[in-house]
């Protein structure tokens, strides 16, 4: 079992920063991957960045250049730096895991959510 805690999330002027960290606790000693995922009103939710299996690192096109992800992993927590942002990313951004994580396909476990919004 993973429980998520995102939390950063507020409110930026366009091309401003935020990071939004997520806290992961696990009750096992499994090694265990994790996403961020976001979701805006009338929206899909989209994959944003993620950490897969083979530790590879994606980005959705649209904040290639952006936005970073990064991991300490003594502390168990899960960072998206986001750069320039600007009013699109506005949205509920969810950080996600799993045990085996592919780019492309579903998480098991879910955070809450957090709100950022951008304005012009």
């Known amino acids: 079992q993973v429980n998520l805690v995102e939390s950063g999330g507020g409110s930026a002027q366009a091309g401003g920063s935020l990071r939004l960290p997520c806290v992961a606790s696990v009750d096992t000693d499994s090694s265990y991957c994790m996403a961020w995922f976001r979701q805006a009103p009338g929206q899909e939710r989209e994959g944003v960045a993620g950490?897969?299996?083979?530790?590879?690192?994606h980005y959705a096109d649209s904040v290639k250049g952006r936005f970073s992800i990064s991991e300490e992993n003594a502390e168990n927590t899960l960072y998206l730096q986001m750069n320039n942002l600007q009013p699109e990313d506005t949205a509920v951004y969810y950080c996600?895991?799993?045990?085996?994580?592919?780019?492309?396909?579903?998480?098991?476990?879910w955070g809450q959510g957090t709100q950022v919004t951008v304005s012009s």
């Open positions: 996600a895991a799993d045990f085996w994580c592919v780019w492309g396909l579903e998480y098991n476990y």
């Open positions: 950490i897969v299996s083979d530790g590879s690192i």
